[in-house]
């Protein structure tokens, strides 16, 4: 079990390295200011891409693996400020718990919002 | 500090909380520490704006406005900071020998930072791709 989370804390680390900062800078900061078109900035083409079901399951790696490393990270963070009791098992539970929470409602969310469409798989084609 | 645990007593030394302002390598160890709130709290409205999409065409609303661009530009200091000391790292860890002589670090690293500008490329082009 311990080598499960150092698994998920190195995988959500590797993560977020690669893929996130292409994200902040184009969904955050390019595309609200209208420096590029983005897919996200319109309903009908960030639903046409929520339906393909790579990019779903793309999506729910992008954002629920990464919060294995945070919550790690987080959890020593507030060691390394004093609080001692974040060591121990309760603590634990809250901040791995929360990133298996956060796991399951990112599926939820990802595989209720726009229902997969195995025809949009021919657009990366 | 003492703690009694039995017939044992447990010396824990306590730091001030200023501590990591002492050394600039406290610092910037405690900055990569942190860097995952920041990006956790990104990743938590990104999910916002996918769920917001099941409301329709009239009830979906994309991340935007001032507030938000300031906070994904902190967020992208934060990511990168987050990336080049991750990626460095595994010129530390990654060990293996070619013909009984330890393979360099430095290639290792490398070939993860090009790997990233590449998968960064990569997203960059489908992200304007799936708009068209």
Known sequence: MHMFWWFMFAQGGVIAALLLPAHILVQGILGPLGGMPVADRHYETWVSALHNPIVKLYLIVLISVPFFHFAHRLRYLVVDFGVHEAKGMWAQVGFYGTSVAITIVTIWIVWTTAPIDIGALHLLG | ?132
């Open chain 2, 1 to 132: 500090m003492a703690e009694e645990s039995g017939n044992t007593r447990v010396y824990r030394k306590t730091m001030p909380p200023s501590w990591w302002t002492r050394k600039a390598h406290y610092f910037w160890y405690v900055v990569r520490e942190f860097s995952a709130l920041p990006l956790a709290i990104w990743l938590l409205l990104l999910l916002g704006e996918i769920r917001s999409a099941a409301n329709g065409p009239a009830g979906y609303h994309p991340l935007g406005g001032t507030g938000f661009v300031i906070f994904s530009v902190i967020a992208l200091f934060f990511s990168l900071y987050h990336s080049y000391t991750f990626l460095s790292l595994s010129g530390a860890i990654i060990h293996f020998k070619v013909i009984d002589r330890q393979f360099p670090s430095w290639p290792i690293v490398w070939a993860q930072m090009i790997m990233w500008a590449i998968v960064s490329a990569f997203i960059i082009w489908a992200l304007w791709w799936f708009s068209t």
